[in-house]
């Protein structure tokens, strides 16, 4: 074979590759013939562009996320958008925060070569999840001792969550699913409940807390004031007692009643006695317990015998209420 021969052969070959180029260029997909040679393996400019999206699965509303496209290519510019929204500036490394719900977000890259203009591009779909958020617990804020009480914890999640319970220092507890019931001991002053709620598939939680306090009372109760007083004396008498949260009292005297734990009493007429009486009732509870305490007159029967018409005097009471009224 003759020089001239192989010249003509050598620049059909150069010629066969720029018009490959060319068609590659213009879009094209070319299909040679049997008797056509392919490109040279170390022609990197005729070689595909190999893209992968690198990041999670799923991503989750407010909270930040990131993906990396990595690419064959040595020399080639980056392009990459969410959900159709071209990031700019941001390379093969795509920095985001989703705040509004949707089903799926779609993450594209597209890798273009600088030497050849070839482009290449991939996506890549995550699932969108939410929560937990808006974490609460319903339920009362006032038990009573020995009586069983029923719990809820609400959050909202996407696609769900699972809920695990604490009372006061006690284990997590799970698999009562979103209620828990809760029976206070006598000598229980309060409890504080916990609901921790977890996205089933971000392992994502929030927690929140429930103070209880627990009833107690009416006990105690008692009627402070003097067991003897003086015609024209002004007396006081405060009822007081143990409750919680709190209690309601009626004080008396006699046949006369005022709301509230406090009365003052002035005596005009001697007689032989009085009867202060206090009931206390526990607000939440609706408990009640009474006390008495009876008060004599000084110099009562010394009156009586001197001036008998005065025993079928009225007593003459002045009550001066200080404290809570129902």
Known sequence: MDNNYKSKQKGGHLNRRRLLLLLCLAGLHPVLSSDQTNPEPDDDDNEGIEVVISGPNYVTVGVPSSAECVSSC???????????????????????????????LTVTCTVTNDTTGVTATTVKKMQVLVGPVNVSITGSELINPSVSYTFS????????????????????????????????????????????????VSGLFVAATHNIVVTSGPSDIQI????????????????????????????????????????????????????????????????TVTASKTVQIKGSNRNLSTRPEETTALLFLAFIITMQVL
């Open 74 to 104: 040595s020399s080639c510019t980056y392009s990459m958008s969410v959900d159709g929204q071209a990031a700019q500036g941001q390379g093969n490394v795509l920095a985001f925060t989703l705040n509004v719900w949707v089903e799926t």
């Open 153 to 200: 914890c609400h959050a909202y999640c996407r696609p769900s969550c699972s809920y695990t319970w604490k009372i006061d220092k006690g284990p997590w507890v799970s698999g009562q699913g979103n209620v828990i019931s809760v029976t206070p001991k006598e000598m229980d002053v309060s409890k504080t409940l916990i609901c921790k709620a977890t996205n089933t």
């Open 224 to 287: 402070k004031g003097p067991d003897v007083v003086e015609v024209g004396e002004k007396t006081k008498y405060v009822c007081t007692a143990e409750c919680r949260p709190s209690c309601r009292y009626v004080s008396s005297v006699d046949s006369q009643s005022m709301r509230g734990n406090t009365v003052e009493v002035t005596v005009e007429h001697p007689s032989e006695l009085y009867t202060v009486k206090c009931e206390a009732q526990n607000t939440a509870s609706r408990k």
